[in-house]
């Protein structure tokens, strides 16, 4: 696979110097990305990392374990820098992707097309939608939802027969059930899959996207592992974190500080986190055909707290325990 893709690279890069010859629409600046992107693939593969935004990073280059490459540290696409480097003398593609599913999208597939990618590291941190579960924990799911692919109907209107779930807006009416509510209700619909070893232009539909199972079991191994507890001196979290391995977890174009569609969320589809990009990456990643896994580290109660969502004070601490995690498992990856 790793094969085909440097080819495709080399072809890209045959085509795009054609039409640089006579008069091209490609920009300079995205050529030189091409050949630097066909020299780096020389020394691939690469395991390739995807976080959404500065904390999550910062938290990634504090733990240290990321070496830039001497001669090429990064390169820049689409307004996006893909940092090549080695973590655990692992080589590997780091990108930020920025928040939402459309970014997590084209940064997975781009990275997928261009470099010589064995498979993807997705992480970062996300609210905690089980109660069992507590801010400072990391998650590592085995698959995961796009809870905001919707239907939504008139109060009277009936649910489509394949949507998955209904959320009815009325029923969350105070006094409950007192009256009609004119948002009506939202069916929850698939997705649809397209991939590499399915009939091309034909969509499965799919609602659980699952992370790789050998990933996974890997990723087992991590349970039990230290995870920082304190955010300082003088804050620190009531009980020692916990890496999990194995729950659901949700990502929609929505950021959840709202208690009763939380547990919405929890009662309906059993998910543990909620998240706006981990669905697309993962996604994104199957249909190519890649192992992919997830690493979340919980930041807040997504709307279940008394008070402010906790993402500001622990959304960093959250990160670093995500980090942390995922330095751990490049490190077991063969
Ligand atoms: C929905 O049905 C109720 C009861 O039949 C009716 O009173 C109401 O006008 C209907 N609402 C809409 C928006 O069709
Ligand atoms: C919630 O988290 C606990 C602790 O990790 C886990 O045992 C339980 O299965 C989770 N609930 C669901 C519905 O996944
Ligand atoms: C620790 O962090 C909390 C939350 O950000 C902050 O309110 C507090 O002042 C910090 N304490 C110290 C000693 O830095």
Redo the contacts with the bound molecule.
Sequence with gaps: MAGNRISLCFLILIFCSLIVSNVSAVPPSRIKSLSIITEVNFEGPYIGLVTVYPPEENAFFETRAFKPHRKHPFVDLSGRRFRIGTVQSKKVIYVRCGVGMVNAAAATQQMLDLFDITGVVHFGISGNANNSMSIGDVTIPKQLAHTGIWDWLNPNGSLPDNDVAHLDIGSYNLPRGNGMNLLGHIGYSYEQFFSESGKPDTAAPIFWAQTSQKWLKLAAGLEGMELKSC?????CLPQKPKLVVGLTGSTANIFVDNAAYRDFLYQTFEVSSVDMESFAVVMVSLSNNYPVIVIRGLSDLAGSQMGQNAIQ?FGPLAASNAAKAVVRFISKLP
């Design positions: 955010v300082n001196s003088s804050l004070i």
